[in-house]
């Protein structure tokens, strides 16, 4: 079997005979029919052809096949995966596609911020119940999924954004399943080449393949990856029905970051790891949040379930709102900017940024004070990414 950064770079032929060494883009609305029989046969999906690319494009197709086999290498899984136009609209194409009213939604606050925002402004109006539990504390969770109704999906993000708290896949899949749940996990801080969740036993994977699949930060996009083929039919509906579709240009771009993936993540791993280290010894900061250090709780889990601590550093500047802003305002090389997994260095404000429409009290048990920053560490030289945090921090 071929490594997993062999796949990341192997491209496949959509089309029969032809030699492009890279993707093509079928940038084309449509596809034609030989004849009327042949357009009934792919009206009625009796025949894979592709002809309208809202419902399917061959460009598309091959990254999305790519996604999958990453999500399932080395599990005896054979994966599927559907590409989305968006990180959100991955995630609002698969709960309306198999959820409905009655239906409930268990998941944690500390998840992406939009995220929560969708769950209760669009969801939850529908008649679809979003109940909140803490999935460190299995008893909680299990006392939860035994009280609501209707179909359950249950919503993780491990490590969480942007305290990094990590949740043991294993454990939650089995309680899940035990109860009759589905469990859905955004994998978007780790990608497959760090934590590969089917290996755990859940069934969804969702991507913002705007964030490290793609890496760039060139590209909006999302993924949802899953097993079982009925659920295949219902997601790729609602994905066809809501209009929620990945274009050609995205997949192909999604496809050019595909290929560096892993010599990418080891960079901003290792560069992430030594700025947290760094950073924990600084006499301005009064706490950091990465998994490699032996200071966080949840270290032995993140070493048991990814493999590497991925490029995610959140850290506590001391004295609060006002230090923290003197802080990203004194940044001159890296970027205040609210998405991560770039080549750069970003630097965000979750309390003022990406969670300031989630309930103050909700951020607030979940660690997001106001004098929290997170860092997406990038790939530049350390020692660059390093001279401006210190020089920012101060004496
Ligand atoms: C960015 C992000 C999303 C949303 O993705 P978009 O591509 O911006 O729509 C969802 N989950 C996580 C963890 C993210 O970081």
Known sequence: MKSFATLCIEDPRPLEGVRSTNLPIYATSSFY?????????AFTGKSPQPFYSRYSNPTVEAV?????????????????????????????????????????????GNIYGGTTELFEKVVRPLGVEVVYVDFQNMDQVGQKISEVNGSKLVFAETPSNPALDCIDLGALCKLSHGMGAKVVV????????????????????????????????????????GADLDIRKR??????????????????????????????????CANAMEIAKRLENHHNVLKVNYNSLASHPYHELAKKQMSQFGAMVSFEVKGGLEKAS??????????????????????????????????????????????????????????????????????
């Not at 978007?188 to 890496?215: E, M, N, W």
């Not at 274009?247 to 290929?259: Q, R, T, Y």
């Open 33 to 41: 029919f030989d004849d009327v029989a042949q357009s009934q046969l």
């Open 64 to 108: 999305s096949d790519k996604i999958a086999r990453l999500e399932g290498f080395c599990t005896d899984l054979e994966p599927w995966a559907v590409l989305t136009s968006s990180g959100m609209s991955a995630i609002s194409t698969l709960v309306l596609g198999v959820l409905k009213a009655g239906d409930t939604i268990i998941t944690q």
């Open 186 to 225: 955004d994998n978007t801080f780790c990608t497959p080449y760090l934590q590969r969740p089917f290996a755990f036993g859940v069934d969804f994977i969702i991507h913002s393949t705007t964030k490290f699949l793609h890496g760039h930060g060139s590209s909006t996009a999302g993924a949802i990856v």
């Open 235 to 268: 997601v790729w509906e609602s994905m066809k029905l809501l209009g929620t579709n990945c274009s050609p240009f995205e997949a192909w771009m999604i496809n050019m970051g595909l290929k560096t993936l892993t010599i990418r993540m080891d960079k901003h």
């Open 326 to 395: 003197n802080f990203m305002n004194q940044l001159q090389h890296c970027m205040l900017a609210p998405t991560l997994g770039d080549t750069h260095t970003l630097v965000l404000h979750p309390s003022g940024m990406s969670h300031i429409n989630v309930d103050k009290a909700i951020r607030e048990a979940n660690g997001i004070t106001d004098g929290l920053v997170r860092l997406s560490v990038g790939i530049e030289d350390v020692e660059d990414i390093w001279m401006d945090l210190e020089r920012a921090l101060g004496n």
